[in-house]
Each structure stands twice: as structure tokens, then as C-alpha cells.
């Protein structure tokens, strides 16, 4: 099994940064995928952000040149660096993980989430 703590969440005001840290332990070493989604009130869970074990991204449009993810295999932790925040960042986010389980099959593990919110 994987367990995921998340850290970093907070207030900020709009125009402001924060960076998010999710640290995996467990059975890591299969992994393949890190990346973070978020939930606002009243709305789906989205993807935000991903990073493979090769360092391959991918970003939400509306994130796109503001937020970044970066990873750290060897402490298995994965980043989110936000610029930029705007008052529609307000979410819960939260860290996931997956890997192959077929060759066309994932498992997803979950962190417990943290609230970033940004308003003035």
C-alpha cells in the first residue's frame, strides 16, 4: 500500500505564491505517475497537474505558466509551486499516485487533501 501526506496548503492573497508537498511511503517503488487535482466547492474533482517517473508534465489549462511540478524520487515527494493565484485557485487538493497495474490499467492512491484558498 501507498500513504500520501500532503503539507503547504493556506490563505494567500490574489497574486500571491504557495507550494504544495506531498510525500509517499510504502510500497513507492512502483509509481509511476505523481500529480495533483483539486476540488472546489460545489464542483468535480479535476487534475491540476502530473509528472511522470521520466519527468514528462502535464498541466491543466488554467494553470498552465503559473503553477509547476517538479519530483524528487529518491525523497518520493512531489511539488507544486503556484504563482499567480487567482481567487478561482480555491480548492481542496489533493496529491495522487498511480501506476500500471495492466498494460492498460492504473491504480490511484489518494492524500487526505489541503485547503488553499485565495481572496483578499
Known amino acids: 500500500q501507498v500513504q500520501l501526506v500532503e503539507s503547504g496548503g493556506g490563505l494567500v492573497q490574489p497574486g500571491g505564491s504557495l507550494t504544495l508537498s506531498c510525500a509517499a511511503s510504502?510500497?513507492?517503488?512502483?509509481?509511476?505517475?505523481m500529480g495533483w487535482y483539486r476540488q472546489a466547492p460545489g464542483k468535480q474533482r479535476e487534475l491540476v497537474a502530473d509528472?511522470?517517473?521520466?519527468?514528462?508534465?502535464n498541466y491543466a489549462d488554467s494553470v498552465k505558466g503559473r503553477f509547476t511540478i517538479s519530483r524528487d524520487n529518491g525523497k518520493n515527494t512531489v511539488y507544486l509551486q503556484m504563482n499567480s493565484l487567482k481567487p478561482e485557485d480555491t480548492a481542496v487538493y489533493y496529491c495522487?499516485?498511480?501506476?500500471?497495474?495492466?498494460?492498460?490499467?492504473?491504480?490511484?492512491?489518494w492524500g487526505q487533501g489541503t485547503q488553499v484558498t485565495v481572496s483578499s
Open positions: 495522487n499516485v498511480w501506476r500500471f497495474i495492466t498494460a492498460t490499467a492504473r491504480r490511484d492512491y
Open positions: 510504502g510500497s513507492i517503488f512502483s509509481i509511476y505517475v
Open positions: 509528472i511522470s517517473s521520466g519527468s514528462r508534465t
